[in-house]
């Protein structure tokens, strides 16, 4: 029995320090200037869209297509190459502070307003950034012969061509995993670690095609840029319910539940 209540109290300390941690760095992120939020989430935007660019290559060059289990399997691979490229690099990536940037608030160590502030300007760059990205890729890369046009249509239809419940259920399961993937990846303490969970995490999102705002606003945008089946309405509808998604799915899911579970255990 003692050996029980060790190893509960042992869980316990340990839940605890992933979220003192987590509490350390999202307050410094919250109290960060404008211009270093801008600018890291301009960054995350841009490093981002090697995942979406990697699967136009992919599906331009692999025999099969989207129902092929090799060419799904190796799509989610490549899907997750713009997120190791951010979350290792240490960039500003909005769905992950739907559920980093929400602790302190549950904490009472920071506002709504800081809360929003942050999003606001996160958010704000990864979707600048996913658009210069993008019109670079549209515009060099199928020079390069390993995309064609057809395969940017085929990525982007994927996306929209579900209804806008779909967008919106779909957007929260990618924020819960992207809000899981953070506290995995603060629990983490090797780099190694932190690789395979981001593979196994974003590849997850990638298997099943879920909405996730950041990289999938590149995703959209290819289609929108090259192919007329693509409409702008399509583009904000896909944005707006899978951003509202994503925010509820990390908020909601991983941030509200981790709290609790984590401060009611702990006192």
């Not at 289990?69 to 690099?89: C, K, P, Q």
Request: charged content about 10%; glycine content about 14%.
């Amino acid at each position: 029995m003692s050996d029980q209540n060790t190893d509960t109290a042992l869980e316990q300390k340990s839940s605890r320090t992933i979220l003192d941690s987590i509490l350390d760095s999202a307050l410094h992120e919250l109290n960060r200037e404008r211009s270093g939020l801008l600018l890291s989430g301009l960054s995350a935007g841009l490093d981002i869209g090697f995942g979406p660019l990697m699967m136009a290559v992919v599906l331009t060059l692999s025999p099969g297509g989207y129902g092929d289990l090799g060419t799904e399997l190796l799509l989610a691979s490549v899907y997750s190459i713009g997120f190791i490229f951010v979350i290792l690099g240490r960039s500003e990536l909005f769905t992950e502070h739907t559920m980093l940037a929400v602790i302190p608030v549950l904490d009472g160590q920071a506002s709504l307003g800081q809360l929003g502030r942050l999003w606001g300007l996160v958010y704000a760059g990864n979707v600048l950034g996913g658009l210069c990205f993008t019109l670079l890729a549209v515009l060099l890369t199928p020079g390069l012969g390993v995309v064609e046009p057809a395969a940017f249509e085929a990525i982007a239809h994927k996306l929209v061509s579900h209804d806008l419940q779909w967008l919106f259920v779909g957007g929260i399961f990618a924020g819960w995993l992207m809000g899981l993937l953070a506290w995995l990846i603060t629990a983490a303490q090797e780099t190694t670690g932190r690789l395979l969970l981001v593979l196994i995490v974003t590849g997850t999102i990638g298997m099943l095609h879920l909405p996730h705002s950041i990289a999938g606003n590149v995703e959209v945008l290819f289609g929108l840029f090259t192919s007329p089946a693509i409409t702008v309405a399509d583009y904000l509808s896909f944005l707006a319910l899978a951003t509202v998604g994503n925010a509820v799915g990390g908020g909601i899911f991983v941030a509200a539940l981790k709290y609790g579970h984590v401060v009611r255990g702990a006192s």
